[in-house]
């Protein structure tokens, strides 16, 4: 089955302050995004990636990956991550429309392992419309009412943070941001709002979302 990748990769990196958009910000030369693209590539598992970047840094990002011509195609992001990932999947049915499988992997989970990659592509070619990579939560969980004052202490046991790539059904995909209205945080959040399933698998601490300046020094720690 024809996997295709998509990378919104478009965000303004305003949190981060970095002066730049988040994605190009370099981590010991090379920039988050080509990161998270180069995972996406030796996971062994994808053809074809498309990024949505920001609009300005198109011809930019196209001679990052000069040398992966074949392999990456970009488009012109949107304002919100909700447009930036529909503009990249109708590029991929347009380009690749053979593809059955496709993910959504964010440029600021630059440090994914491959084997995170392969663990999804795997889930979604055995039968699973929709599959997140999910870790356990480490922190006691407090539901608090608009003062502040604590209510109760939630269950964490059965709680999980969700990191990408997410992975589906590329038909899966589509209905759920036709259904979507302007603002969605998670994809296999729209899937769920369609009455669709969606599977975990474990994902891997080292596919942390870089947001800020501390994430950041904390991937730099973990790649020293
Ligand atoms: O800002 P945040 O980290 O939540 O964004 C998640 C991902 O979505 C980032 O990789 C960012 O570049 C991307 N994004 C986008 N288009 C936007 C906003 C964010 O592609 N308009």
Known sequence: MSVVALVPAAGRGVRLGAGMPKALVPVAGESLLSRAVRGLHDSGRVRHVVVA?????????EAEFASLRSFVHVVPGGAERTDSVRLALAEAERAVPDARVVLVHDAARAFTPPSVVRDVVRAVEEGAPAVVPVLPVAD?????????????TVDRSRLRTVQTPQGFAIDVLRQAYAAAGDIATDDAGLVERIGGKVSTVPGHPHALKITTAFDLAIAEAVLA
């Not at 608090?144 to 109760?152: H, I, L, M, Q, R």
């Open 53 to 61: 970047a920001p609009a300005d840094e198109v011809p930019a990002v």
């Open 140 to 152: 006691t969980i407090k539901q608090v009412d608009e003062a502040g004052d604590v209510e109760t």
